[in-house]
């Protein structure tokens, strides 16, 4: 605990690069709500978030056009008939759940997401269309490959959580089931680039630590086995590292960490005292840099990046905003690089209190 107040002093972040930018604009608020997981289509024309009404157990999906501002509520339905397009009803209100959406790659104009009413039976939809699972238990966290042919999630249909590929070309068929794990859940799913590997956690009692399957088909392999929590995998844009967090040296406190994504490879420490992406580790698409969250009172939780390498020192991003959580970086149609992200305000703000989201170019990295 000692170490961690020293860090969370000021004393290192004061000393840290900064980066300025213009600043960001503010494009989404609901009263009532923070808003949460901000993820960008990958072509970077369209923006998903979430709303969490905390009080009301809800969480809200919207899709839409940032530079508009424009955006809609994703409204889950109800399969009433064989198709997942036609022949729906609408859930009724009240305690309902939509979160988790993942974007099909290009060119399919496409997401998928898990959604649940009040008897929190969650399965994973299709947006536009219905369920594409539809069996007793939870279904959730669905990850798309990039090839677009499989959407990977977590089921409990078999009484724990494995993991199952649905093969979008025959979404018709059951999907398979790749992870039969008996004394874990398995969580976090992310694609490798080429969509050839899955890497993911396994929960269990003694705990969370990063597996990875080298090849559909393969069994997994661990690449943690350390007590506490790792978390979150997300590969490099090609594919030769996997992020992550873990608290390992402190349990009171997330540290970034990069691992090879193959048997017997050795973690290593990026750095400390990071407030988790609820998407993971976000990477700069050239996959030099990654952009994340200080867990720094003093500087109320600042932006920064840093490069993906030990020893780097991440440079705070200044874009007048204080008090950050989610984040996503995408390349936009004109080659910039684009920062959604949500904060409690500017720092000129009087008040500060739900988070709100912000769009922003990143300043160019050095």
């Not at 198709?83 to 759940?97: H, M, Q």
């Not at 840093?306 to 959580?325: M, Q």
Request: glycine share 10%.
């Amino acid at each position: 605990m000692r170490n961690r107040q020293l860090y969370r002093s000021g004393i290192i972040a004061l000393l840290l690069p900064l980066l300025v930018a213009a600043e960001a604009q503010e494009v989404a608020s609901r009263e009532g709500a923070n808003l949460q997981r901000p993820s960008w289509s990958a072509d970077g024309g369209k923006l998903a978030y979430e709303a969490n009404f905390h009080d009301d157990k809800r969480i809200e999906l919207y899709v839409g056009d940032p530079v508009g501002g424009t955006f809609r509520r994703v409204t889950p339905n109800v399969r009433s008939t064989s198709s997942i397009t036609e022949g729906f009803s609408r859930l009724g209100n009240g305690g309902e759940v939509a979160h988790e959406l993942c974007w099909a790659p290009p060119p399919y104009d496409r997401f998928a997401y898990s959604a649940a009413d009040e008897s929190q039976d969650y399965e994973i939809f299709l947006g536009g269309g219905g369920p594409l699972t539809d069996v007793p238990g939870a279904d959730g966290g669905p990850a798309w490959s990039p090839d677009g042919r499989f959407i990977a999630f977590t089921s409990s249909r078999t009484g724990e959580g494995d993991l199952y590929l649905l093969d979008m070309g025959h979404h018709d068929q059951p999907p398979r089931r790749v992870t039969s794990f008996m004394d874990s859940s398995e969580l976090y799913v992310a694609w490798s680039p080429d969509s050839t590997q899955l890497a993911f956690v396994g929960h269990s009692d003694s705990g969370d630590n990063v597996w990875l399957i080298p090849s559909l088909g393969d069994d997994p392999v661990q690449l943690t086995n350390w007590t506490g929590n790792q978390t979150r995998p997300t590969f490099s844009p090609k594919g030769e590292w996997i992020a992550f967090y873990a608290n390992l040296e402190d349990m009171d406190r997330l540290d970034l960490y990069l691992v090879e994504p193959r048997v017997g490879a050795v973690p290593r420490l990026l750095t400390r005292a990071v407030v988790p992406n609820a998407g993971g580790p976000s990477w700069t698409p050239d996959g030099r840099h990654l952009v994340l969250v200080l867990d720094d009172d003093q500087r109320f939780d600042p932006l920064a990046v840093l490069e993906a390498r030990p020893g780097a020192e991440p440079k705070i991003i200044d874009l007048g905003t204080v008090g950050h959580g989610d984040l996503d970086v995408v390349e936009g149609p004109e080659g910039t690089l684009r920062l959604a992200y949500v904060a409690q305000g500017r720092g000129r703000d009087d008040i500060r209190d739900y988070k709100r989201l912000f769009v922003s170019q990143l300043p160019p990295i050095q």
